[in-house]
């Protein structure tokens, strides 16, 4: 009866610790019909591309012209992501993207924006996450996630309170230009490597205790609730 229980505890301790792994195809297929996604402790394999890039591409002209660009405009392709998307203690081993700058190849540039919330708390993003020119109209969190190769902001726009609290930033961290409209946290985020916030704009609150940066920290023309960076420094010592 002992050896029962004890073989009964390690079958549900080994069910609970196990993480289950998802492809990142399948979840981009719930995306598009309309699911709202959430994971736990799970291992994303796959890039996790929220531009659909290769489906869009069908869709577009093959050898374009500086005509074509004149008379139809920018080459931007830009994709709306309306489902919730929420990540918890995930990790995903390979790109997760929602900028793809396609110029070698098509000539287009892909962006993806999230018009509900974008949750990814506790992650682990392995390699590249790109978030170049992406708009976050809904709640989005980056609170204890782990960056561990490039990642970029840069031109995105947070239109709610945005969390990057004890994140940490392996390669250098890119928020260049970005917009904060509502407040951000860099409480106890861990920059281990250069800080781009030039051009950066924050109203609302912009909570930097904690906050590591090993190397240096490129603050020019920021603005926090209309101050300079090194002003805000001061009157916030």
Not at 68 to 80: E, H, P, R, S, Y
Not at 174 to 203: A, C, H, P
Request: proline share 1%.
């Amino acid at each position: 009866m002992k050896n029962t229980i004890t073989l009964t505890i390690l079958f549900i301790t080994s069910f609970t610790v196990a993480q289950k792994t998802v492809e990142a195809t399948d979840i981009i297929k719930d995306i598009k019909n309309g699911k709202d996604i959430s994971y736990h402790d799970a291992i994303v394999t796959g890039d996790l591309d929220f531009t659909y890039m290769e489906d869009k591409l069908a869709d577009l002209p093959q050898k374009k012209k500086k005509k074509w660009w004149k008379n139809k405009g920018g080459n931007t392709v830009k994709n709306l992501i309306e489902s919730k998307i929420s990540f918890a203690n995930c990790t995903f081993k390979d790109n997760v993207l929602a900028y793809v700058p396609d110029s070698e190849n098509s000539g287009y540039t892909f962006v993806a924006s999230f018009d509900n919330d974008a949750i990814f708390k506790g992650c682990t993003f392995e390699r590249k996450a790109m978030f170049k020119y992406s708009k976050f109209n809904g709640n989005a969190s980056f609170e204890g996630t782990t960056f561990g190769d490039d990642s970029t902001f840069k031109y995105s726009q947070f239109d709610n309170n945005v969390s990057f609290a004890n994140a940490v930033f392996k390669e250098t961290a890119t928020f260049k230009y970005t917009k904060f409209r509502d407040g951000v946290s860099f409480n106890q985020t861990d920059f281990q490597e250069d800080l781009n916030i030039k051009y950066t704009k924050v109203t609302g609150n912009f909570d930097i205790k904690g906050m590591k940066v090993a190397y240096e920290i490129n603050s020019k023309y920021t603005k926090i609730n209309g101050r300079g960076f090194n002003k805000y420094l001061l009157e916030n010592r």
